[in-house]
């Protein structure tokens, strides 16, 4: 193999050996500047994608009270089982698609939540286990200047493969239960926030990466029928 080839050889080769893609955020919803009193949708501060709520009641009240450690929430009263949050992203030319939130409940509202998961907002799964969600009162009581590590949850759903490269997929974080945060039952009044809704992903090996593959193959047969063609005795002159 000649230098320029040898060249040519690492160049092809590089995409190949470089570390893994780092995780790149799809999405985040502060509500800092959404600020919801609705049921939305809502833009993320960071990203795109939507966010909106759902209630059965038609009582229920959206706002937008103190966060974990920011201004803004996503809040809602007149939770009943079945009520929602939910998230929608597109994942077009991405994969290991992970979650993270924060999420509180006054007294009365609910404390029993399930992550659930779409490809076309309409046939949802439930990934992993129920989750329960704490009250807002101290030693987890959420403030625009302070910070509360027991009141986030993260999920992995790189393996669902199905949310991989999707043009849009979709998560609830789903009232299950009519038992409330401090023990009791879910009150007309009671409520539940959700701050800092992040979806993130890697990307999948592009196109171009995979057609330098090719050209790598066929770099390779090039230089082997040249050299090949090098060592072929010579004929004997007569």
């Avoid at 470089?18 to 502060?30: D, E, K, L, Y």
């Avoid at 229920?60 to 939910?86: A, E, I, K, L, M």
């Avoid at 999948?204 to 050299?227: D, H």
Wanted: proline content about 5%.
């Amino acid at each position: 193999m000649n230098k320029i080839a040898a060249m040519l050889f690492v160049a092809l080769l590089a995409p190949f050996t470089s570390p893994p893609a780092q995780a790149v955020i799809i999405a985040n919803w502060t509500f800092e500047t959404s600020k919801p009193t609705t049921a939305g949708p809502f833009s993320p501060e960071v990203g795109s994608g939507s966010a909106s709520g759902f209630h059965a009641s038609t009582s229920v009240v959206y706002n937008s009270p103190s966060g974990n450690g920011s201004t803004n929430s996503f809040s809602s009263t007149r939770w009943s089982v079945g009520d929602y949050y939910q998230f929608q992203v597109s994942t077009l030319g991405l994969a290991g698609i992970s979650v993270s939130w924060d999420q509180i409940s006054s007294s009365t509202g609910p404390r029993d939540f399930d992550l659930e998961y779409s490809t076309d907002g309409i046939n949802f799964s439930t990934f992993g286990s129920a989750y329960t969600v704490l009250v807002n009162a101290s030693p987890n009581f959420w403030a625009t200047n302070s910070t509360v590590n027991t009141t986030s949850f993260a999920d992995d759903l790189s393996s669902i493969t199905a949310l991989n490269n999707a043009a849009s997929v979709y998560f609830r974080l789903a009232d299950i239960s009519t038992t409330s945060a401090s023990g009791g039952t879910v009150g007309t009044a009671g409520t539940d926030r959700v701050d800092n809704f992040v979806v993130a992903a890697v990307p999948e090996p592009s196109t171009y990466e995979i057609c330098l593959l090719g050209g790598l193959g066929l770099l390779g047969s090039r230089v082997w029928r040249r050299r090949s063609e090098q060592l072929k005795p010579r004929a004997i002159e007569t």
